[in-house]
């Protein structure tokens, strides 16, 4: 008889009005996790380091030495970078010194389910990277994506579950034949699944090959659901064993059109709080800078969340409800007495944050700021402020009203009991058109964006792609002023493409430099002054 075992998941987005923090109920500090990246790191010092310092990097996954996967992203190579960087630990994908991907699989004579060539690739790289002063660093992942490369079906068939067992016991020994103190991560799957994580510890605990480090994959939309049904799961299953409490890496998370768009990675940074994990950001679109935070040394939009991630501090509290299309981390810190909040992830025209038992009297201090997407590769000066001032405390209690949140941004609300003596700019008076909704002609919309394509806000693209080509549109503004025209673009030529811009009858030409490739978004700046109206 074979036996299907799901992990379900069925929930129902709550598109809320109102979020509402209980300050007398906390839940201890955060633990800053989601601070890592597969392939994050190409070469010494880049990303450099200086760009990697303020988001405090927990880990990364880089190839083995002379691995052939790719050009790049080499552990012996950038370690000393990783470790001035402030790493914690780095993962070294042993199947990554293989050239193809999937990993081809060369012969296996000995019928050891481990092709004949691996250990000894294993061996060697080990031994190289054992040479580093840094080695106490490195964690070991003998396999990447088992389920789906060299041992398909390996969740459902029992064959194939033995085969990766023993492959898994002869690659861990191989390991610690070399180097016996090493810290080795596992098993590593496309996803969580609870039969085969059971029958993998039973393996390891039989067999003494049990892993350091717990790892598995989350790339979809369905495990950014029911990823804390899987880590409660886990922590069963090790209980029921007898296992100690192992930490958890999420090595792989995010969907590629997550991946630079502070709104959509809020809960992945939500999620991994709740749980207490690590995680990576995937690796969909290019290598080495650090999966879409940083270009050339130039920081974007999502490098920004993560630095005001980390900057949180004190407890964490928890809104209610707690599951809706619009995901928190909201902290506390009796200190500073200081209260933080971080949400995004969906399109509100009004959401209130209502705050209960605080210890403010009479009126706080609020900031509001925007953290708005720049693009793949788009440079990202500072948050944007959009509000500021106080608001009256009743019965230990305040709300703050939101308009306008865009799904593509993550906010920072700031609280406190006066504003002190810090000095900051004015609020922003911002106005946004996407292009697919503007005044078109002669131009091409198409849909894009979906799973693991690059961002796209909206998930369309307007294409000006013939000389006759024009995209319009009006606005009105506030006052007489110098204002900044952003303008998102794709530009995948070898070139700079000029384009007319004409402004109350005025032209102009903007140059669009090259982006990464005719997929990914950049950001185009231009000073402009208009008069009111």
Same mark, same amino acid.
């Given at each position: 008889?074979?036996?299907?075992?799901?992990?379900?998941?069925?929930?129902?987005?709550?598109?809320?009005?109102?979020?509402?923090?209980?300050?007398?109920?906390?839940?201890?500090?955060?633990?800053?996790?989601?601070?890592?990246?597969?392939?994050?790191?190409?070469?010494?010092?880049?990303?450099?380091?200086?760009?990697?310092?303020?988001?405090?990097?927990?880990?990364?996954?880089?190839?083995?030495?002379?691995?052939?996967?790719?050009?790049?992203? #080499? &552990?012996?190579?950038?370690?000393?970078?990783?470790?001035? &960087?402030?790493?914690?630990?780095?993962?070294?994908?042993?199947?990554?010194?293989?050239?193809?991907?999937? *990993?081809?699989?060369?012969?296996?004579?000995?019928? #050891?389910?481990?092709?004949?060539?691996?250990?000894?690739?294993?061996?060697?790289?080990?031994?190289?990277?054992?040479?580093?002063?840094?080695?106490?660093?490195?964690? *070991?992942?003998?396999?990447?994506?088992?389920?789906?490369?060299?041992?398909?079906?390996?969740?459902?068939?029992?064959?194939?579950?033995?085969?990766?067992?023993?492959?898994?016991?002869?690659?861990?020994?191989?390991?610690?034949?070399?180097?016996?103190?090493?810290?080795?991560?596992?098993?590593n799957t496309t996803t969580y699944n609870s039969r085969f994580m059971k029958k993998f510890f039973e393996f390891c605990l039989q067999e003494n090959c049990l892993p350091d480090l717990i790892t598995w994959h989350e790339l979809n939309l369905m495990d950014a659901e029911a990823g804390h049904a899987y880590y409660q799961d886990f922590r069963k299953i090790e209980k029921e064993l007898g296992i100690r409490s192992l930490p958890i890496c999420i090595n792989e998370y995010a969907l590629g059109k997550e991946l630079s768009v502070p709104g959509r990675l809020m809960k992945w940074l939500a999620r991994f709080e709740q749980s207490k994990v690590d995680g990576c950001l995937a690796y969909w679109h290019a290598a080495g800078n650090f999966s879409g935070l940083v270009e050339g040394n130039v920081p974007n939009s999502a490098w920004w969340l993560f630095?005001?991630?980390?900057?949180?501090?004190?407890?964490?509290?928890?809104?209610?409800?707690?599951?809706?299309?619009?995901?928190?981390?909201?902290?506390? #810190?009796?200190?500073?007495?200081?209260? =933080?909040?971080?949400?995004?992830?969906?399109?509100?025209?009004?959401?209130?944050?209502?705050?209960?038992?605080?210890?403010? =009297?009479?009126?706080?201090?609020?900031?509001?700021?925007?953290?708005?997407?720049?693009?793949?590769?788009?440079?990202?000066?500072?948050?944007?402020?959009?509000?500021?001032?106080?608001?009256?405390?009743?019965?230990?209690?305040?709300?703050?009203?939101?308009?306008?949140?865009?799904?593509?941004?993550?906010?920072?609300?700031?609280?406190?009991?006066?504003?002190?003596?810090?000095?900051?700019?004015?609020?922003?008076?911002?106005?946004?058109?996407?292009?697919?909704?503007?005044?078109?002609?002669?131009?091409?919309?198409?849909?894009?964006?979906?799973?693991?394509?690059?961002?796209?806000?909206?998930?369309?693209?307007?294409?000006?792609?013939?000389?006759?080509? &024009?995209?319009?549109?009006?606005?009105?503004?506030? =006052?007489?002023?110098? *204002?900044?025209?952003?303008?998102?673009?794709?530009?995948?030529? &070898?070139?700079?493409?000029?384009?007319?811009?004409?402004?109350?009858?005025?032209?102009?030409?903007?140059?669009?430099?090259?982006?990464?490739?005719?997929?990914?978004?950049?950001?185009?700046?231009?000073?402009?002054?208009?008069?009111?109206?």
């Amino acid at each position: 008889m074979r036996w299907l075992m799901l992990i379900l998941c069925f929930s129902t987005l709550v598109f809320a009005d109102e979020l509402v923090f209980d300050l007398s109920r906390t839940n201890g500090p955060l633990g800053f996790g989601a601070v890592g990246a597969h392939y994050a790191l190409s070469e010494p010092d880049v990303p450099s380091v200086i760009s990697l310092v303020p988001i405090r990097v927990r880990t990364v996954n880089q190839k083995p030495p002379y691995g052939l996967q790719h050009p790049g992203a #080499d &552990a012996f190579r950038v370690m000393e970078s990783f470790v001035k &960087a402030g790493g914690e630990y780095l993962q070294v994908y042993l199947q990554d010194i293989y050239l193809n991907w999937p *990993y081809e699989k060369n012969p296996d004579n000995n019928r #050891d389910y481990v092709p004949d060539d691996y250990l000894e690739k294993v061996r060697e790289s080990v031994r190289i990277l054992e040479m580093l002063p840094y080695r106490d660093k490195i964690v *070991y992942v003998p396999f990447n994506e088992p389920d789906a490369i060299w041992y398909g079906g390996l969740f459902w068939s029992s064959k194939r579950m033995k085969e990766f067992f023993t492959a898994w016991k002869a690659v861990y020994n191989t390991i610690k034949e070399v180097a016996p103190s090493a810290k080795i991560a596992g098993p590593n799957t496309t996803t969580y699944n609870s039969r085969f994580m059971k029958k993998f510890f039973e393996f390891c605990l039989q067999e003494n090959c049990l892993p350091d480090l717990i790892t598995w994959h989350e790339l979809n939309l369905m495990d950014a659901e029911a990823g804390h049904a899987y880590y409660q799961d886990f922590r069963k299953i090790e209980k029921e064993l007898g296992i100690r409490s192992l930490p958890i890496c999420i090595n792989e998370y995010a969907l590629g059109k997550e991946l630079s768009v502070p709104g959509r990675l809020m809960k992945w940074l939500a999620r991994f709080e709740q749980s207490k994990v690590d995680g990576c950001l995937a690796y969909w679109h290019a290598a080495g800078n650090f999966s879409g935070l940083v270009e050339g040394n130039v920081p974007n939009s999502a490098w920004w969340l993560f630095r005001e991630y980390v900057n949180m501090s004190g407890e964490l509290v928890s809104a209610t409800p707690s599951y809706t299309s619009i995901s928190t981390l909201a902290v506390y #810190d009796r200190n500073t007495k200081t209260l =933080k909040v971080l949400l995004g992830g969906d399109d509100q025209e009004e959401l209130t944050l209502t705050f209960r038992n605080t210890p403010f =009297k009479e009126r706080v201090y609020y900031e509001v700021w925007e953290i708005e997407w720049s693009g793949y590769t788009g440079i990202y000066i500072s948050p944007d402020l959009l509000e500021k001032g106080y608001t009256e405390v009743l019965n230990g209690g305040f709300s703050l009203k939101l308009q306008n949140l865009s799904e593509m941004s993550a906010y920072l609300i700031l609280v406190r009991k006066d504003e002190g003596s810090r000095q900051i700019y004015q609020s922003v008076w911002k106005w946004r058109q996407e292009a697919e909704n503007a005044f078109l002609e002669n131009c091409t919309v198409e849909i894009h964006g979906r799973g693991n394509n690059p961002p796209y806000s909206g998930e369309k693209v307007v294409f000006l792609d013939n000389t006759k080509s &024009a995209l319009s549109f009006k606005v009105e503004v506030p =006052k007489d002023s110098l *204002y900044l025209l952003e303008i998102w673009y794709l530009n995948g030529n &070898a070139k700079s493409v000029k384009h007319k811009l004409e402004i109350n009858d005025e032209t102009f030409e903007v140059i669009f430099p090259p982006t990464l490739s005719g997929s990914y978004v950049g950001k185009v700046e231009i000073p402009v002054w208009l008069k009111k109206g």
